[in-house]
């Protein structure tokens, strides 16, 4: 990486995550070894059998779920509540709570100095949203009539139902309530989302379009339509045992993903502007980057998108493997995609050649949430100089040649990936440094 170019560190953190809703929180859970898992609340168990969820269950979408903002943007913000879908609330919160922590209010910056670039799942509608209208619809045997849905059932939904899940709506109430008239971008690409907003902040700042970019995610597993899809269509860990132990990356009796919630941001700020604010840094990001393979028939191929990934990144920091002190990896907890990872990780850096932490143990897979409190939890292990435990990896894989960490650790050198990817061969990659200047 050419060091002429303007740095890029990292001065806020917000969170909402089965283990807590701040730095502090999380940070706390994990050094506790705090599971966020738990049986599942508001499933229909007899259809969704899952064994555990990482739920945010403390975020009920009330204004003081947001922080402390301006009045008048708070009062806008509880209005537009209501348009508002969960995954889009824990978004908007999570970017709120971010801008808080660094100390940014309306006119800390000017307007066309900051921006966003906000990532997340693809958004579904809830089946209840159209009860009303599909009622309106039936004779009175119970049997819906579709020639009627336009006169009868069309009038009986919420006239603004849509705008509560487009996946470019966490990105639109940040910049609207926040005045954010710089660069603003939505990219829905599942897990692979964090990496590729950290490059699109990065590289907005380093171009000089910005000064500040609020990063954001926001995703589930657990909303009706979305845990119905991740059921029959992904290797979920279900049946009826301990639910804090439902998640174990890397082990070798792994039982599968287990869903989550959650969101998260971080504010990127050139670090003269930091430096000049007097503001805390809790970190530097060096590179982002983003990679996807899929091969013959589009068969996704994991492994060579997540090693063309690493090594991308490593190239944009202009780092050798033996540089990296940790990697907070994707651990999904499944046979097939903690196998794949492992091996992607042992091509790059030698087999169990770099400590490998995997936080999902603690909260599932909260989506494209899930990206953004790992790298939390990597910077805060950078500040703290202590790498946390894997939980539940009690045996661990033969085949998954990876040092994963399983007692607490002193951080060796202060620099660690972040790395995410996703069913369709989607990866993307952060390397973050402890500041010290």
Same mark, same amino acid.
């Given at each position: 990486?050419?060091?002429?170019?303007?740095?890029?560190?990292?001065?806020?953190?917000?969170? !909402?995550?089965?283990?807590?809703?701040?730095?502090?929180?999380?940070?706390?859970?994990?050094? *506790?070894?705090?599971?966020?898992?738990?049986?599942?609340?508001?499933?229909?168990?007899?259809?969704?059998?899952?064994?555990?969820?990482?739920?945010?269950?403390?975020?009920?979408?009330?204004?003081?779920?947001?922080?402390?903002?301006?009045?008048?943007?708070?009062?806008?913000?509880?209005?537009?509540?209501?348009?508002?879908?969960?995954?889009?609330?824990?978004?908007?919160?999570?970017?709120?709570?971010?801008? +808080?922590?660094?100390? %940014?209010?309306?006119?800390?910056?000017?307007?066309?100095?900051?921006?966003?670039?906000? =990532?997340?799942?693809? &958004?579904?509608?809830?089946?209840?949203?159209?009860?009303?209208?599909?009622?309106?619809? !039936?004779?009175?045997?119970?049997?819906?009539?579709?020639?009627?849905?336009?006169?009868?059932?069309?009038?009986?939904?919420?006239?603004?139902?849509?705008?509560?899940?487009?996946?470019?709506?966490?990105?639109?109430?940040?910049?609207?309530?926040?005045?954010?008239?710089?660069?603003?971008?939505?990219?829905?690409?599942?897990?692979?989302?964090? =990496?590729?907003?950290?490059?699109?902040?990065?590289?907005?700042?380093?171009?000089?379009?910005?000064?500040?970019?609020?990063?954001?995610?926001?995703?589930?597993?657990?909303?009706?339509?979305?845990?119905?899809?991740? /059921?029959?269509?992904?290797?979920?860990?279900?049946?009826?045992?301990?639910?804090?132990?439902?998640?174990?990356?890397?082990?070798?009796?792994?039982?599968? &993903?287990?869903?989550?919630?959650?969101?998260?941001?971080?504010?990127?700020?050139?670090?003269?502007?930091?430096? =000049?604010?007097?503001?805390?840094?809790?970190?530097?990001?060096? *590179? *982002?980057?983003?990679? *996807?393979?899929?091969?013959?028939?589009?068969?996704?191929?994991?492994?060579?998108?997540? %090693?063309?990934?690493?090594?991308?990144?490593?190239?944009?920091?202009?780092?050798?493997?033996?540089?990296? =002190?940790?990697?907070?990896?994707?651990?999904?907890?499944?046979?097939?995609?903690?196998?794949?990872?492992?091996?992607?990780?042992?091509?790059?850096?030698?087999?169990?050649?770099?400590?490998?932490?995997?936080?999902?143990?603690?909260?599932?897979?909260?989506?494209?949430?899930?990206?953004?409190?790992?790298?939390?939890?990597?910077?805060?292990?950078?500040?703290?100089?202590? !790498?946390?435990?894997?939980? +539940?990896?009690?045996?661990?894989?033969?085949?998954?040649?990876?040092?994963?960490?399983?007692?607490?650790?002193?951080?060796?050198?202060?620099?660690? /990936?972040?790395? +995410?990817?996703?069913?369709?061969?989607?990866?993307?990659?952060? %390397?973050?440094?402890?500041?010290?200047?």
């Amino acid at each position: 990486m050419d060091r002429s170019e303007r740095r890029v560190v990292i001065t806020g953190i917000g969170v !909402l995550s089965p283990i807590g809703r701040s730095p502090q929180e999380i940070w706390e859970a994990v050094l *506790a070894r705090r599971s966020g898992l738990a049986r599942p609340t508001g499933l229909p168990r007899d259809v969704i059998p899952l064994r555990a969820a990482g739920e945010v269950r403390e975020f009920t979408g009330n204004i003081k779920d947001f922080g402390e903002m301006d009045k008048e943007a708070q009062k806008n913000l509880r209005k537009a509540l209501k348009v508002m879908c969960r995954e889009c609330q824990m978004g908007v919160a999570a970017g709120q709570l971010a801008l +808080n922590d660094a100390g %940014i209010r309306i006119g800390t910056f000017e307007p066309e100095r900051i921006g966003t670039s906000f =990532g997340s799942d693809y &958004m579904v509608s809830e089946p209840q949203e159209f009860l009303e209208g599909i009622k309106a619809c !039936l004779d009175r045997d119970g049997v819906f009539h579709f020639e009627r849905w336009a006169g009868e059932g069309m009038p009986r939904l919420f006239p603004l139902w849509l705008l509560k899940y487009l996946p470019n709506m966490p990105a639109s109430h940040l910049t609207i309530y926040n005045d954010l008239r710089g660069p603003s971008n939505s990219l829905t690409l599942r897990e692979a989302s964090p =990496g590729v907003c950290l490059a699109d902040g990065l590289n907005a700042i380093r171009a000089g379009r910005a000064d500040c970019m609020v990063v954001g995610v926001t995703g589930t597993r657990l909303s009706l339509m979305k845990a119905l899809h991740t /059921v029959q269509q992904e290797e979920v860990a279900l049946g009826d045992e301990e639910p804090t132990t439902a998640c174990r990356p890397f082990d070798k009796d792994r039982p599968g &993903m287990v869903p989550g919630e959650g969101a998260a941001a971080v504010i990127l700020e050139d670090s003269r502007s930091a430096v =000049g604010r007097g503001v805390k840094i809790y970190g530097e990001v060096l *590179a *982002a980057a983003s990679a *996807a393979v899929a091969g013959r028939h589009c068969v996704a191929d994991r492994k060579a998108a997540l %090693i063309l990934v690493l090594r991308a990144v490593l190239q944009q920091a202009g780092m050798r493997p033996s540089d990296i =002190g940790f990697v907070m990896a994707h651990g999904l907890g499944t046979q097939s995609c903690d196998r794949e990872e492992a091996e992607a990780l042992a091509e790059v850096f030698g087999p169990r050649g770099v400590p490998v932490i995997a936080a999902k143990s603690y909260f599932g897979n909260l989506g494209a949430g899930a990206g953004l409190v790992e790298l939390a939890l990597g910077v805060l292990a950078l500040n703290h100089k202590q !790498l946390f435990a894997t939980l +539940n990896c009690d045996d661990p894989d033969p085949a998954c040649p990876v040092d994963v960490v399983r007692e607490p650790r002193e951080v060796s050198r202060p620099v660690f /990936v972040n790395v +995410n990817v996703t069913p369709q061969g989607q990866a993307s990659a952060a %390397i973050v440094a402890a500041w010290n200047e």
